[in-house]
């Protein structure tokens, strides 16, 4: 079909309106004594109106029943805080406490029908009143909401011995009757140990801070989890039955609930040094952190005597661990005019599953070529790249038979020359899934930010590069532009590289629509190395002098000009290399858009 034709047929108009507000009320009651009551509210009303029409251009390119439909998607949250906070001065002493409650809603209505065999193309017939049959309706309302209560104390004493403590009440309309709430309760301490009198003589010394803190906090992964996640439910089902192929309506389970499962908590264990040498001109930030993930919430599988229709049922998988450490470094200097700053910063971390329920692996990436892509078992990494592992290409018959087991016989008896040698881990003489092993971690070794400051009189130039080192990543397009098979577009240049006779190329296979040795099954051929380092802003700002602003009645003027993500080196063949994801699964390119390359030129304005 005419791809410019299709887009000239069809109509397909989205209207979508917000608005957002944010409204509070300070009253100070007495002398320390403050009450604050802030509310927000979020809505927004969104409106699809879609025609297809009937067309004939030939037998492979028509269209015979013209169809249309709308759909409405409305939204409304809101949220309320309301806090009394007190705070005291008594000599060395001083204490601030905090309570409040918070109140969150959402709402989201969703409501759509289509119809078929309107009596005309004709605009003025694009409505679901034309249409003459075919007629399907859905709709749903979800509702979610939050109570949490909440209470702070901070207490300090000299400004040099620091203690905090808070506890948070929440409950969530997620979690059945007996699960709503969850109880978190945390606390840190610090000692400024630079203020002390034995640190007075040491005058390189300006600041010398330990950090310790532990506290925990509740996650009822809204975003992810259905909010009749607890319940089973029932769907309509439809069949068509008969001679005439009659369309009938009946019910069936739609989910199966788990009444059981609770808030998911976060603990953490941290301990940290501040310090700041050489009268501040060097500072170093260093943090050492566990933090453990108890009774996860995922969806996990269910056996398939439950039913067809779905796989899976959101529960409390387990836990996982991450052992990590931070580190900021940050430098100034002035030389005669010119200022000068540097800070880098640096993070790392392990990862660790310690325990999934019934120790059942999770896998995770539904690809259509490739199955799930990602394999998270307890003891491992979570979220591994898991397939099979390439050995170069058969330039000849006699490699391929030479690729055999203990009894001579060949391992891979389809493949010809130009496929893939796959290893036989097992030794079993047959590829199968016994022979897949760990391919990638999307873990990076560490990331890092590095940002430079410079100024010059009126001048100011600022740069800010981010970047991972040490990660794998998997270009899930690659399955379908890199086999030269099908109806898809394949990467320029692919011919050339493809295996073409004995000694060409050890890392492209032969390009042909018949694959009998599977060439481009899920194996270490798609894993990348996802390192980069990417130029994220660089900004140049100039400030007019004080002459020049009050000629112009102002009070501070600035020019500039920027621009973000200006350059990114990576050996990734995708888009971005930067790509987030979940615990389980990450380091995944689904094709997504890639982040623009901006360029802003302003002007700061006060008067």
């Known amino acids: 079909p005419n791809a410019l034709g299709q887009l000239a047929r069809s109509f397909n108009n989205t209207e979508y309106s917000r608005a957002v507000g944010n409204f509070y009320v300070?009253?100070?009651?007495?002398?320390?004594?403050?009450?604050?009551?802030?509310?927000?509210?979020?809505?927004?009303?969104?409106?699809?109106?879609?025609?297809?029409?009937?067309?004939?251009?030939?037998?492979?390119?028509?269209?015979?029943?013209?169809?249309?439909?709308?759909?409405?998607?409305?939204?409304?949250?809101?949220?309320?805080?309301?806090?009394?906070?007190?705070?005291?001065?008594?000599?060395?002493?001083?204490?601030?406490?905090?309570?409040?409650?918070?109140?969150?809603?959402?709402?989201?209505?969703?409501?759509?029908?289509?119809?078929?065999?309107?009596?005309?193309?004709?605009?003025?017939?694009?409505?679901?009143?034309?249409?003459?049959?075919?007629?399907?309706?859905?709709?749903?309302?979800?509702?979610?909401?939050?109570?949490?209560?909440?209470?702070?104390?901070?207490?300090?004493y000299k400004s040099k011995y620091l203690l905090t403590a808070t506890v948070r009440a929440d409950g969530s309309s997620v979690f059945p009757d007996g699960n709503k709430w969850g109880i978190f309760p945390s606390v840190s301490a610090a000692w400024v140990a630079?203020?002390?009198?034995?640190?007075e003589n040491v005058s390189w010394v300006s600041l010398f801070k330990t950090r310790v803190g532990w506290g925990q906090i509740g996650n009822d992964n809204r975003n992810s989890i259905p909010v009749n996640a607890r319940l089973t439910t029932i769907g309509n089902e439809y069949y068509t039955l008969g001679e005439n192929q009659e369309v009938i309506l009946g019910t069936a389970p739609a989910n199966v609930g788990n009444p059981t499962i609770q808030w998911e908590t976060v603990e953490d264990l941290n301990f940290g040094i501040d310090l700041g040498l050489f009268d501040s001109s060097l500072n170093l930030n260093f943090d050492i952190y566990k933090r453990t993930t108890h009774d996860m919430l995922m969806a996990k599988s269910i056996p398939a005597y439950l039913g067809s229709g779905y796989d899976a049922q959101w529960a409390n998988v387990g836990s996982f661990e991450t052992k990590g450490l931070d580190l900021g470094i940050t430098y100034k200097k002035q030389i005669n005019k010119l200022k000068t700053s540097f800070t880098l910063n640096l993070s790392s971390y392990d990862a660790t599953v310690v325990e999934l329920a019934d120790g059942e692996a999770i896998w995770n990436g539904n690809h259509q070529r490739l199955n799930s892509l990602t394999y998270t078992a307890e003891g491992k990494t979570p979220g591994l790249f898991y397939g099979y592992v390439t050995d170069g290409i058969f330039q000849d018959k006699t490699e391929i038979n030479s690729h055999s087991d203990n009894s001579g016989n060949i391992i891979?008896?389809?493949?010809?020359?130009?496929?893939?040698?796959?290893?036989?881990?097992?030794?079993?003489?047959?590829?199968?899934?016994?022979?897949?092993?760990?391919?990638?971690?999307?873990?990076?070794?560490?990331?890092?930010?590095?940002?430079?400051?410079?100024n010059y009189d009126n001048f100011d130039l600022s740069l800010l590069f981010t970047g991972k080192y040490g990660n794998d990543m998997f270009n899930a397009a690659n399955p379908y532009l890199m086999s030269g098979s099908g109806t898809y577009n394949s990467y320029a240049g692919l011919l050339e590289k493809a295996w073409s006779g004995d000694g060409s190329t050890n890392s492209q296979p032969r390009l042909s629509n018949d694959d009998p040795n599977q060439n481009f099954r899920y194996s270490d051929y798609y894993i990348e190395d996802g390192s980069f380092i990417r130029l994220t802003n660089l900004q140049l700002g100039y400030k007019l002098d004080d002459k020049m602003i009050e000629v112009l009645g102002l009070t501070k003027a600035r020019v500039y000009m920027s621009g973000e993500n200006l350059f990114t080196a990576t050996s990734f063949s995708g888009l971005d290399p930067d790509i987030s994801g979940s615990a389980t699964e990450s380091g995944i390119d689904w094709g997504h858009y890639p982040l623009p390359r901006t360029i802003n030129v302003g002007v700061n304005l006060s008067f």
Do not use: C
């Open 26 to 156: 300070n009253w100070e009651a007495i002398e320390g004594l403050t009450f604050k009551s802030q509310f927000s509210v979020y809505y927004s009303a969104w409106e699809n109106n879609w025609f297809s029409p009937n067309y004939y251009i030939e037998e492979t390119d028509k269209l015979e029943v013209n169809s249309v439909g709308r759909s409405h998607n409305n939204k409304l949250n809101t949220t309320w805080n309301n806090t009394v906070n007190y705070q005291k001065e008594l000599g060395d002493h001083s204490i601030n406490v905090l309570g409040g409650v918070i109140l969150e809603s959402q709402t989201h209505k969703t409501l759509s029908g289509t119809g078929e065999n309107i009596p005309s193309n004709h605009p003025d017939l694009r409505y679901l009143d034309a249409a003459t049959e075919g007629f399907f309706t859905s709709g749903n309302n979800e509702k979610y909401s939050l109570i949490s209560y909440i209470g702070r104390g901070n207490y300090s």
């Open 194 to 199: 630079s203020d002390e009198d034995f640190m």
């Open 412 to 454: 891979q008896p389809f493949a010809q020359p130009g496929d893939f040698r796959f290893k036989d881990l097992n030794g079993d003489g047959t590829l199968d899934d016994d022979d897949r092993q760990v391919i990638g971690d999307p873990t990076p070794d560490f990331s890092f930010g590095f940002n430079m400051q410079f």
